[in-house]
């Protein structure tokens, strides 16, 4: 595990709230709770997956720690500085220190750049190099992720999936970050290629110092790189915790639910998928009390009616839960 003590992130009550419109006059209608109150660390050197149903907010937050939204409420600091205060320029500035890998490579790549323009244009709008040094970084970029300097000419089009993907890190990599953001960076791809692309990023976090904050909805995926893991559902942070707890004794329903989802390679090992009933509510009018409550197969009178806080469990979990297992 490449878990420091150093903190590189912290977020505070940050939340999302967009504003609706309905109708002929387009008056406000409502709003939704997209991200409702997350409140997380990131170490230095460690992956923090983040795992959820599509809906569930995980997206927009890392779309706000990147500072590509503008927050409704809370703080994001970075290296000891608050993002949500700082101006314009100050922002830029950072945010050559904390990139994205995008879920798809398809469409992230602009298909009529050639690979070097691709990779080398971050180099060029913070103007760090040019000329033949500019070419030198971009190849150096291109065989730390698995290509070379023959790939330079092509377009994204001639690449498979997983080398597109491989072009997209090289790019989030050219500035030397210290955080990137893998929103469902593998989701796009077939299993196979997924586990080359989280094995790559894996060896960069090593020989890079990287930290991930590693956003997918797949639980496969997010074990196989995470150091701790964050499930959420609604908007909110329902469980917390060191990926190998997480997975041997879950203490939210709803994380039991999710990995009662995943297949397990061996076959005595049987177990029995909890089926969630219905589906998940609207953002824009979340459930009163737990906000999982309207399918959860233990809520009690008292999850109707009043919200669960996130914490800490005798195991060390944080958990959102009136009655954690
Ligand atoms: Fe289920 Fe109640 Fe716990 Fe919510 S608080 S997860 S409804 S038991």
């Not at 070097?116 to 150096?140: C, F, M, N, S, T």
């Amino acid at each position: 595990m490449s878990q420091t003590s150093q903190l590189l992130l912290e977020v505070k009550g940050l939340k999302k709230h967009f504003p609706f419109k309905q109708g002929l006059f387009s008056r406000q209608k409502g709003v939704v709770h997209a991200v409702d109150g997350l409140d997380f660390t990131v170490n230095r050197g460690e992956t923090l997956g983040i795992v959820g149903e599509s809906g569930c907010g995980k997206s927009t937050a890392g779309q706000l720690i990147l500072q590509l939204l503008e927050p409704t409420a809370g703080e994001v600091w970075f290296e000891g500085q608050n993002l949500t205060a700082l101006g314009k320029e100050d922002v830029r500035k950072v945010r050559r220190h904390l990139q994205i890998i995008f879920q798809d490579p398809y469409s992230s790549l602009n298909p009529r750049m050639k690979v070097e323009d691709i990779v080398a244009e971050p180099l060029e709008v913070h103007g760090l190099y040019k000329g033949a040094a500019l070419k030198e970084r971009v190849v150096e970029l291109l065989r730390l992720v698995g290509l070379d300097e023959h790939h330079m000419s092509r377009h994204p089009h001639e690449f498979s999936g997983g080398q597109r993907q491989r072009i997209g890190i090289a790019r989030a990599l050219a500035l030397n970050p210290s955080l990137i953001v893998c929103d469902e960076a593998v989701s796009a791809l077939d299993v196979s290629i997924q586990s080359q692309i989280l094995n790559l990023l894996k060896k960069l976090q090593k020989e890079l110092k990287l930290t991930y904050i590693f956003i997918a909805h797949g639980l496969p995926a997010v074990k196989h790189i995470s150091d701790r893991i964050a499930v959420m559902y609604l908007g909110k942070i329902v469980e917390l915790a060191d990926r190998d707890s997480l997975f041997a004794h879950p203490r939210h329903p709803y994380t039991q639910a999710l990995l009662s989802a995943v297949p397990v390679p061996d076959p005595t090992q049987r177990k029995e998928r909890i089926i969630l009933q219905g589906d998940l509510p609207n953002p824009a009018n979340p459930p009163k009390g737990c906000s999982f409550h309207t399918r959860c197969p233990y809520a009690q009178d008292i999850c109707r009616s009043a919200p669960p806080a996130l914490e800490r469990q005798a195991d060390g979990h944080l958990a959102a839960c009136h009655f954690p297992l």
